[in-house]
């Protein structure tokens, strides 16, 4: 099947002005503000405890990032990702050994660091985990991750609180057994102004910012992170060689830091059994990002028409590919005694709407419901509301015993999506709406935005704008209809066409009194999400 794929430069050129040509790099680098003296912006002491760190890992991060170029680069090419030959993490009679405060996981609530009464609200709705996040739900700007890494070291010590406007009371985290992690930042990204001229790894800023702070004989458990965005099983020595290099500064033993970690590209599906055996010393888990998943397969699969997905939310939650992969993470995680979890379902309760939130819950039963079939432990939600349905759909306090009878070792992780869902113009329109929508959320400091009952994160908005990339570069054989069933060919003008017509849509919906920045930053969104689909700029940042 032949494709017609759009030249660099060529999409949606006309609407961008020379001031936008030049944002290439868009998202740009973290840096701190102008002027602030690291030294006391940041704690004593840190800079010197970073700098040792620095030398050593950040050449090492920079190799893996350039080593995942060359892998994408080859899939283009038609050289896929394949499982590697047989060694001693596949062969090998090993085991890990869980600890008893992580046995039950069968909810894992997940939320922007940043936000102090999303973080209380999560440690208090009862989840047996809450992960709190620098990464993909929180926006990549200095005084966000500022505030979020102090938030963390206040929840672990269980002392954070927020003021309760409403009730007019200071509300405090409730003691609870809940595991609490930490995401920091991907290795794909970068952290800058903090040494000169010199990027850092952020995973390593953020993961040993945590560390330095945290006085273990404060804690109720090990301190503990989830790894986000692997690619690869040498990854995983790079996340064990930082929690052992961390571990001998900080005084603890080797193997005092634990982890779990999200499978969230597609390459990594191939390589599952060698992460664990890397990082076994540290791993008590498995994670299913599906989102971020199906951002990597699109992203993988770009240069074919075959991989063209269907609108986003006429995609079943059960659909192969997806399936695939929900079967393999248990089926690895299991043989080797340690917890699966499955995805987040973006679909939200709503106290506000009674339909939209009998329908949100009753997705997220009949998901958690598949997950467990899957012989998951567990599940991630963002809403406390989802919390005990979910935790009802999963066996207690785990399933790690239970094994599929006669796994395939290498089962096909490459499922074409054939006669999946629909491919519509109004999934288009309601892709580049989300795209503005999110981007506005993004420019005004948000990780994570409701968007029509949906809460979109930095892997949803990147899905939506790989899917109009797509439709874009295989407009010539991949058939988009509209409302009458007939072809829409999704050429530049027409892409240019509807984001002017949604950008309208949303400002002509805004209040009359709305302040002329919000106008102004919802016209830079749009600006910014046709750039990032024209540059081709699909990376997870």
């Given at each position: 099947?032949?494709?017609?794929?759009?030249?660099?430069?060529?999409a949606?050129?006309?609407?961008?002005?020379?001031?936008?040509?030049?944002?290439?790099?868009?998202?740009?680098?973290?840096?701190?503000?102008?002027?602030?003296?690291?030294?006391?912006?940041?704690?004593?002491?840190?800079?010197?405890?970073?700098?040792?760190?620095?030398?050593?890992?950040?050449?090492?991060?920079?190799?893996?990032?350039?080593?995942?170029?060359?892998?994408?680069?080859?899939?283009?090419q038609?050289?896929?990702?394949?499982?590697?030959?047989?060694?001693?993490?596949?062969?090998?009679?090993?085991?890990?050994?869980?600890?008893?405060?992580?046995?039950d996981?069968?909810?894992?609530?997940?939320?922007?660091?940043?936000?102090?009464?999303?973080?209380?609200?999560?440690?208090?709705?009862?989840?047996?985990g809450?992960?709190?996040?620098?990464?993909?739900?929180?926006?990549?700007?200095?005084?966000?991750?500022?505030?979020?890494?102090?938030?963390?070291?206040?929840?672990?010590?269980?002392?954070?609180?927020?003021?309760?406007?409403?009730?007019?009371?200071?509300?405090?985290?409730?003691?609870?057994?809940t595991?609490?992690?930490?995401r920091?930042r991907?290795?794909?990204?970068?952290?800058?102004?903090?040494?000169?001229?010199?990027?850092?790894?952020?995973?390593?800023?953020?993961?040993?910012?945590?560390?330095?702070?945290?006085?273990?004989s404060?804690?109720?458990?090990?301190?503990?992170?989830?790894?986000?965005?692997?690619?690869?099983?040498?990854?995983?020595?790079?996340?064990?060689?930082l929690?052992?290099?961390?571990?001998r500064?900080?005084?603890?033993?080797?193997?005092y830091?634990?982890a779990?970690?999200?499978?969230?590209?597609?390459?990594?599906?191939?390589?599952?059994?060698?992460?664990?055996?890397?990082?076994r010393?540290?791993?008590?888990?498995?994670?299913?990002?599906?989102?971020?998943?199906?951002?990597s397969?699109?992203h993988?699969?770009?240069?074919?028409?075959?991989?063209?997905?269907?609108?986003?939310?006429?995609i079943?939650?059960?659909?192969?590919?997806?399936?695939?992969?929900?079967?393999?993470?248990?089926?690895?995680c299991?043989?080797?005694g340690?917890?699966?979890?499955g995805?987040?379902?973006?679909?939200?309760?709503?106290?506000?709407?009674?339909?939209?939130?009998?329908?949100?819950?009753k997705?997220?039963?009949?998901?958690?419901?598949?997950?467990?079939?899957?012989?998951?432990?567990?599940?991630?939600?963002?809403?406390?509301?989802q919390?005990?349905?979910?935790?009802?759909?999963?066996?207690?306090?785990?399933?790690?015993?239970?094994?599929?009878?006669?796994?395939?070792?290498?089962?096909?992780?490459?499922?074409?999506?054939?006669?999946?869902?629909?491919?519509?113009?109004?999934?288009?329109?309601?892709?580049?709406?989300?795209?503005?929508?999110?981007?506005h959320?993004?420019?005004?400091?948000?990780?994570?935005?409701?968007?029509?009952?949906?809460?979109?994160?930095?892997?949803t908005?990147?899905?939506?704008?790989?899917?109009?990339?797509?439709?874009?570069?295989?407009?010539?054989?991949?058939?988009?209809?509209?409302?009458?069933?007939?072809?829409?060919?999704?050429?530049?003008?027409?892409?240019?066409?509807?984001?002017?017509?949604?950008?309208?849509?949303?400002?002509?919906?805004?209040?009359?009194?709305?302040?002329?920045?919000?106008?102004?930053?919802?016209?830079?969104?749009?600006?910014?999400?046709?750039?990032?689909?024209?540059?081709?700029?699909?990376?997870?940042?």
């Open positions: 099947m032949a494709s017609t794929v759009i030249p660099r430069g060529e949606l050129e006309h609407v961008l002005s020379p001031e936008d040509e030049k944002k290439i790099s868009y998202p740009p680098i973290n840096r701190p503000p102008a002027g602030v003296d690291l030294n006391a912006e940041l704690p004593g002491g840190f800079m010197n405890f970073l700098a040792e760190l620095h030398r050593e890992f950040t050449p090492r991060q920079q190799r893996l990032v350039e080593k995942r170029k060359q892998v994408l680069a080859k899939a283009h038609g050289r896929l990702p394949e499982y590697l030959a047989p060694s001693e993490a596949i062969t090998g009679d090993w085991k890990i050994e869980l600890p008893d405060w992580v046995r996981q069968r909810n894992q609530m997940t939320g922007p660091a940043d936000d102090a009464e999303l973080v209380v609200k999560m440690l208090n709705s009862g989840a047996p809450v992960m709190l996040d620098l990464e993909d739900s929180m926006a990549n700007h200095w005084p966000n991750l500022m505030q979020g890494v102090e938030n963390i070291i206040h929840a672990l010590y269980g002392e954070l609180t927020y003021y309760d406007k409403k009730r007019e009371k200071t509300v405090a985290i409730a003691p609870r057994p595991v609490i992690y930490t920091p991907g290795l794909h990204i970068s952290q800058g102004g903090i040494f000169e001229d010199e990027l850092t790894s952020a995973s390593l800023f953020d993961t040993a910012l945590v560390a330095y702070l945290a006085d273990a404060r804690l109720k458990h090990p301190l503990s992170f989830y790894i986000p965005k692997s690619e690869s099983a040498k990854e995983a020595l790079w996340w064990r060689d929690f052992q290099a961390l571990a500064l900080k005084g603890w033993k080797k193997d830091i634990k779990m970690a999200l499978v969230e590209s597609f390459p990594i599906g191939y390589q599952l059994d060698e992460f664990v055996f890397n990082l010393d540290h791993l008590i888990g498995l994670n299913l990002g599906r989102w971020d998943y199906m951002a397969l699109i993988y699969h770009l240069h074919d028409p075959n991989w063209v997905l269907a609108d986003r939310n006429t079943p939650h059960n659909v192969p590919f997806f399936q695939a992969i929900r079967e393999r993470i248990p089926d690895v299991h043989k080797r340690i917890l699966a979890i995805g987040m379902t973006a679909l939200y309760p709503s106290r506000e709407d009674p339909e939209l939130n009998e329908r949100a819950l997705v997220l039963a009949e998901d958690k419901k598949n997950e467990a079939n899957s012989l998951m432990d567990g599940a991630w939600t963002g809403h406390p509301d919390n005990q349905i979910a935790i009802e759909q999963f066996p207690y306090p785990n399933q790690i015993h239970s094994l599929r009878a006669n796994p395939s070792p290498r089962p096909d992780l490459n499922l074409i999506p054939l006669g999946v869902g629909r491919r519509t113009i109004e999934g288009t329109r309601a892709a580049i709406n989300t795209v503005i929508r999110y981007r959320g993004y420019l005004s400091g948000k990780g994570a935005s409701l968007i029509r009952g949906y809460m979109e994160d930095l892997a908005d990147r899905i939506y704008r790989l899917m109009i990339a797509q439709r874009l570069r295989h407009r010539d054989v991949v058939i988009i209809t509209d409302e009458q069933g007939k072809p829409v060919k999704h050429t530049p003008q027409m892409i240019c066409k509807l984001f002017t017509e949604e950008v309208n849509k949303i400002m002509s919906a805004l209040p009359a009194d709305t302040p002329s920045e919000i106008r102004t930053r919802y016209r830079e969104a749009r600006k910014l999400s046709e750039q990032m689909i024209k540059k081709e700029n699909f990376n997870p940042r």
